[in-house]
């Protein structure tokens, strides 16, 4: 017998608002969460502005004692997520089989600021760990002992898993997906997989990250992607438009409770969506560029399709991938219009990046939430800040002002730094 994937609870934190509620209100308005950088000092940087969680105060009455030390902000937005997802979905954990609940989750290392380190040992070491490399940065750990025993937990990028793991005694199988941009949406779709074969009847999965700090600022800098639009933070985000610049950093949790649906139907759970396609491909072309004519994106595309028994004439609505770089646009319209041909210029589509920023390894999940719930209410979230057509860029980008729409199917892009491609695709659930 077929095993189907539902979604049965959703949880999120975002810089819109640090639940669903507020969030999802905060799309359908179209607002910008795009401000000046607070974590740290950025008055001097290229790069000043950003899309931070704000007024967000970590819960930690559920984390174990003896892993509060390795607990940063990436983690503890995890884990707050997936305790407003957990509560979403109604599930009494003590009645559910702990080996039967899987977590896959495509998370971040903690990192750390200048003044968090400085904190720790002295300036001159810190400096020397950028210009001596690797023997400084043992030297660093050294002068800590404290550091040195957190230090290599924290750095492993699927700290989240553990902490859920941990918090909830959840004893199945766990994923974790380390693909860039597109690491939430892979281990979603490998969440899929573990339902469909029988692996478990519940999974935790998601995304969550918190890279805003001066390595990552300025790394993204240099290699040119991020928009410089400093003096107008909320109208720097410009996916789709003629005068885009780059992408705004960002950072967030997105948290979904994917069951196998005869158990979620038994159990008398809400279902959002059914979770029906998931779809993988690479571009083989560069680490740094889209290709040109859209390849890639449009195999991933397919391949959702396909796993989901979906013919494409069905799509209504796409979540673009829709970053606001010039290439990367250019080409995700390309692999659209591969895929659906003259169709693709009557599907709405829409770039939630333009309002929330780009939330790297957490923005595939935090988006299919987003689909998820325009699909569910009917109201297709609008690209914000979209006032100067590209001919480049020519299909219905819903600008600026959210669209009342029914849907019944919906994909959500996600295409990679490094050309790592996820596309997952959504329907209303039907027994």
């Given at each position: 017998?077929?095993?189907?994937?539902?979604?049965?609870?959703?949880?999120?934190?975002?810089?819109?608002?640090?639940?669903?509620?507020?969030?999802?209100?905060?799309?359908?308005?179209?607002?910008?969460?795009?401000?000046?950088?607070?974590?740290?000092?950025?008055?001097?940087?290229?790069?000043?502005?950003?899309?931070?969680?704000?007024?967000?105060?970590?819960?930690?009455?559920?984390?174990?004692?003896?892993?509060?030390?390795?607990?940063?902000?990436?983690?503890?937005?995890?884990?707050?997520?997936?305790?407003?997802?957990?509560?979403?979905?109604?599930?009494?954990?003590?009645?559910?089989?702990?080996?039967?609940?899987?977590?896959?989750?495509?998370?971040?290392?903690?990192?750390?600021?200048?003044?968090?380190?400085?904190?720790?040992?002295?300036?001159?070491?810190?400096?020397?760990?950028?210009?001596?490399?690797?023997?400084?940065?043992?030297?660093?750990?050294?002068?800590?002992?404290?550091?040195?025993?957190?230090?290599?937990?924290?750095?492993?990028?699927?700290?989240?898993?553990?902490?859920?793991?941990?918090?909830?005694?959840?004893?199945?199988?766990?994923?974790?997906?380390?693909?860039?941009?597109?690491?939430?949406?892979?281990?979603?779709?490998?969440?899929?997989?573990?339902?469909?074969?029988?692996?478990?009847?519940?999974?935790?999965?998601?995304?969550?990250?918190?890279?805003?700090?001066?390595?990552?600022?300025?790394?993204?800098?240099?290699?040119?992607?991020?928009?410089?639009?400093?003096?107008?933070?909320?109208?720097?985000?410009?996916?789709?438009?003629?005068?885009?610049d780059g992408f705004i950093l960002g950072e967030g949790a997105g948290i979904l409770i994917l069951e196998e649906a005869e158990h979620a139907k038994k159990r008398g759970a809400r279902i959002y969506a059914e979770l029906s396609g998931y779809g993988s491909s690479s571009n083989a072309?560069?680490?740094?560029?889209?290709?040109?004519d859209g390849r890639g994106g449009d195999l991933a595309m397919k391949r959702a399709l396909a796993d989901a028994k979906i013919d494409m004439s069905r799509v209504e609505y796409i979540n673009a991938h829709g970053t606001g770089t010039l290439l990367n646009d250019a080409s995700e319209?390309?692999?659209?219009?591969?895929?659906?041909?003259?169709?693709?210029?009557?599907?709405?589509?829409?770039?939630?990046?333009?309002?929330?920023?780009?939330?790297?390894?957490?923005?595939?999940?935090?988006?299919?939430?987003?689909?998820?719930?325009?699909?569910?209410?009917?109201?297709?979230?609008?690209?914000?800040?979209f006032e100067h057509p590209d001919p480049k860029c020519d299909l219905d980008y819903i600008p600026n002002t959210a669209r009342e729409k029914e849907i019944s199917v919906a994909l959500s892009n996600s295409f990679a730094f490094g050309g790592q491609n996820a596309t997952l695709a959504?329907?209303?659930?039907?027994?």
């Open positions: 017998m077929e095993r189907k994937v539902v979604i049965t609870g959703m949880g999120v934190i975002t810089p819109l608002g640090n639940d669903l509620k507020t969030t999802w209100d905060g799309i359908t308005n179209g607002r910008s969460s795009v401000g000046t950088i607070s974590l740290f000092d950025a008055s001097t940087f290229p790069v000043q502005i950003a899309a931070e969680v704000k007024d967000y105060t970590p819960g930690t009455s559920e984390l174990p004692e003896d892993v509060l030390s390795l607990a940063g902000r990436s983690s503890r937005i995890c884990l707050d997520t997936c305790s407003m997802a957990l509560e979403d979905s109604g599930l009494d954990m003590e009645r559910e089989a702990s080996d039967r609940i899987g977590i896959s989750l495509g998370g971040d290392e903690e990192y750390m600021h200048f003044e968090a380190i400085e904190k720790v040992f002295d300036r001159n070491y810190l400096y020397q760990a950028f210009v001596e490399g690797q023997v400084a940065y043992n030297n660093l750990l050294l002068h800590s002992s404290e550091l040195a025993k957190i230090w290599p937990l924290r750095k492993n990028a699927d700290i989240g898993s553990k902490m859920i793991s941990l918090t909830y005694n959840l004893q199945g199988p766990v994923e974790s997906s380390h693909t860039a941009c597109s690491s939430s949406g892979h281990a979603i779709g490998k969440a899929k997989r573990l339902i469909e074969n029988s692996d478990c009847d519940i999974v935790v999965a998601g995304g969550h990250c918190s890279m805003l700090s001066e390595f990552s600022v300025a790394g993204f800098h240099l290699l040119g992607t991020l928009s410089t639009h400093n003096e107008d933070p909320p109208h720097a985000s410009r996916p789709f438009d003629l005068n885009r072309y560069r680490l740094t560029d889209t290709p040109p319209t390309l692999s659209i219009k591969n895929v659906f041909g003259d169709r693709a210029y009557s599907i709405s589509i829409s770039s939630s990046k333009s309002m929330i920023g780009h939330l790297v390894n957490s923005s595939s999940a935090v988006e299919l939430v987003i689909t998820t719930m325009a699909l569910k209410e009917g109201i297709l979230p609008p690209t914000i800040n959504i329907e209303k659930f039907t027994d």
